[in-house]
């Protein structure tokens, strides 16, 4: 376990305004601060005695897959398991946690490189994504599920609501398919265009393309979940150019 750490006062100010975006009020500061710190802030202050936020990520990840899929279990009694787990992973896929990271405006408490906040790191979903798990990850350790499954589920209820009404949860590559063939003639291909994070806990960016054409792009911590990111985006494009 990290040592503890004493924010400055400054930091102090942001980490309560945070608690107070979140609902929840921490006993140790000093999980919130490196839930909150990118490994490119460590690189560039190498004297900084707080670790990443990767770990906490890690663990943020699994506690966020069991807060998502208890509440969907309790939500929906009459659900087969197979629309569960598909529910669940538009839930929690890079894009939406990313989301919930704006709604709760997370990229402006972030601790950043110099680099990585000049490139628009306070924007880009991989980066966004992983502090959100993370800062779940943190809340989980300070004051437990308890503290994590209203801060989770007031966030999931509305994007729950999105993802039935334009079935999001679906097979979107088979969707997208089936219309690019019957469209063009031409099959969708995926290409992964980069990755980021660590082993544990890679974000994956897929591109499908119809020809040479992009039509989607999307993120995931597997190449599957990245597919399919990219084809609800393709699907989207393509419903708002046939409306």
């Known amino acids: 376990m990290g040592a503890v750490i004493l924010p400055s006062l400054f930091l102090?100010?942001?980490?309560?305004?945070?608690?107070?975006?979140?609902?929840?009020?921490f006993g140790d500061y000093s999980l919130l601060l490196r839930a909150l710190t990118h490994r490119s802030f460590v690189n560039e202050n190498p004297d900084e005695p707080l670790e990443d936020n990767e770990r906490l990520e890690f663990?943020?990840?699994a506690v966020l897959s069991f807060v998502v899929g208890a509440f969907l279990y309790n939500r929906f009694p009459e659900k087969k398991e197979g629309e569960l787990t598909?529910?669940?992973?538009?839930?929690?896929?890079a894009e939406t946690l990313a989301q919930f990271a704006r709604?709760?405006?997370?990229?402006?408490?972030?601790?950043?490189g110099f680099g990585e906040a000049e490139n628009g790191g306070r924007?880009?979903?991989?980066l966004l994504c992983a502090a959100f798990e993370a800062v779940?990850?943190?809340?989980?350790?300070?004051?437990?599920?308890?503290a994590v499954k209203p801060l989770v589920e007031n966030l999931v209820e509305p994007a729950l609501h999105t993802i039935l009404s334009a079935s999001l949860?679906?097979?979107?590559?088979?969707?997208?398919?089936?219309?690019?063939?019957?469209?063009?003639?031409?099959?969708?291909?995926y290409k992964v265009v980069g990755t980021e994070g660590p082993d544990h806990a890679k974000?994956?960016?897929?591109?499908?393309?119809v020809g040479d054409v992009v039509w989607g792009e999307g993120a995931g911590r597997s190449k599957q979940l990245a597919s399919q990111a990219a084809a609800m985006e393709a699907m989207s494009r393509m419903e708002e150019m046939e409306a």
């Open 86 to 93: 598909s529910l669940r992973a538009a839930l929690v896929r």
């Open 59 to 61: 663990l943020g990840d």
């Open 103 to 112: 709604q709760i405006e997370l990229g402006q408490f972030l601790r950043l």
């Open 136 to 146: 779940v990850g943190a809340v989980y350790l300070d004051r437990g599920i308890t």
């Open 203 to 209: 974000t994956f960016m897929v591109q499908v393309l």
């Open 169 to 189: 949860h679906k097979d979107a590559r088979s969707e997208f398919q089936v219309w690019a063939q019957a469209t063009y003639s031409i099959t969708p291909h």
């Open 12 to 25: 102090m100010e942001q980490l309560r305004e945070l608690e107070t975006i979140l609902g929840v009020g």
């Open 123 to 126: 924007e880009r979903t991989p």
